[in-house]
């Protein structure tokens, strides 16, 4: 019996705010050698979602409108999207059924009646299987442009109520940060007084994720400097880095460090010759590109389509990796669904070079699986300790 798939999909590459920990900041122009904002205006067509919704239906138990650089809704024929995906996969099942429609937005644009008419058409054909999840780290625009620079907490409310008015199920989506430890509490309130269905505040924190690079910069005697030049890491308190570190000594105690690296090498090193867990193929998660393009997951969707400041050191041995196959070999404009997750790549490559070295010839470890899913991640520990 074929496993239910769990499918994101990106609609765009557009996203108006700036938080500081996107992917979507400082992309290399190939051609002028100059870092910048990323395209804009890169749609998945009308025509190429809607032939994917007919080929996933009755295969997918969780539908999700998300990505790596972008905000779904920006999509400009965004309620057409929904009102299809949402009118087919109603009444499908994948043994269970369609246990969620998800779509997550920072929801600081577009009209209040926008998002009334999206929560309507989510009512109509899903009732009690759908959330937006709106993304508020904040309780005021001060607190909420801590992270979310560029959104407005005010709209955001205004957004959420016209969408809920609609018969909307809506989610307080708060992301933990340092800042707003103590404003949970307040936040719980302010979601129960505008109708939200949840609130939420569980995702692990950005400095629980980059526990084992802050043990073992300690361990190398350069966490401060380390966390000097993290944007993320720069506003959390000494008091929260200290128990992440305390955290993760235990992961990197047998790694040994040589003098003649800095603490990222010799945390590169560390991580080529540890094992990999792919936590999107053990749920059976698929990643779909606002070009078409289709991937296990949103890091390597990230990794792969644009240069970054941020990823450009993870990009190395990506391009050998990728030469083995032609071109749009995983893209919906070119291929079916069905033919793109049966190539080899998901298959057989991918997880084979979990086990190989950077340098391999034929299937080279890629370093974004490392630093996002090695074994020496805190998370990567917890969640097989679950």
Not at 22 to 37: A, K, M, P, Q, Y
Not at 74 to 101: M, Q, R, V
Not at 187 to 192: D, F, I, N, R, Y
Request: glycine share 4%; proline share 2%; hydrophobic share 30%.
């Amino acid at each position: 019996m074929t496993r239910a798939m769990n499918i994101t999909i990106e609609v765009s590459s557009n996203c108006q705010a700036k938080c500081p920990g996107c992917i979507r900041h400082d992309v290399l122009n190939t051609e002028t050698g100059v870092f910048s904002n990323p395209p804009k205006n890169i749609n998945l067509s009308v025509e190429v979602h809607n032939k994917l919704i007919d080929e996933i239906k009755g295969k997918v138990s969780h539908l999700t409108y998300d990505g790596s650089f972008s905000d779904s809704p920006l999509h400009p024929d965004f309620l057409e999207l929904i009102e299809y995906s949402a009118s087919k996969l109603k009444g499908w099942f994948s043994f269970t059924g369609l246990n969620d429609l998800t779509i997550s937005t920072n929801g600081s644009y577009k009209s209040p009646a926008f998002w009334k008419e999206l929560g309507q058409i989510l009512h109509k054909h899903l009732p009690y299987k759908h959330h937006v999840m709106f993304d508020l780290d904040g309780i005021d625009n001060k607190t909420q442009n801590m992270y979310r620079i560029g959104t407005n907490y005010d709209k955001i409310i205004e957004n959420a109520e016209a969408f809920i008015s609609g018969g909307g199920r809506a989610i307080w989506k708060m992301i933990p940060f340092d800042f707003n430890e103590e404003l949970e509490e307040r936040a719980k309130v302010l979601a129960e007084q505008h109708g939200f269905k949840y609130f939420q505040r569980n995702r692990i924190q950005r400095v629980e994720s980059k526990a084992v690079v802050l043990a073992l910069s300690k361990k190398a005697g350069q966490l401060d400097k380390v966390v000097s030049e993290d944007n993320e890491l720069s506003v959390v308190s000494n008091k929260d880095i200290d128990i992440q570190v305390s955290k993760a000594e235990s992961i990197i105690k047998d790694i040994k460090i040589d003098k003649n690296l800095d603490m990222f090498e010799n945390l590169e090193n560390a991580r080529e010759s540890i094992g990999v867990v792919c936590k999107w193929k053990k749920e059976n998660n698929y990643q779909i590109s606002h070009d078409g393009s289709v991937w296990r997951c949103c890091w390597l969707n990230s990794a792969y389509q644009y240069k970054t400041r941020q990823n450009i050191g993870n990009r190395e041995n990506w391009e050998q990796f990728m030469s083995k196959y032609d071109n749009d070999w995983n893209n919906l404009h070119s291929h079916s669904f069905r033919d793109i997750i049966s190539h080899d790549f998901f298959t057989k490559d991918l997880e084979n070079s979990f086990s190989n070295k950077y340098d391999d010839k034929v299937n080279p470890k890629l370093k974004v699986c490392t630093e996002k899913c090695s074994k020496l991640n805190l998370e990567t520990t917890n969640r097989n300790n679950r």
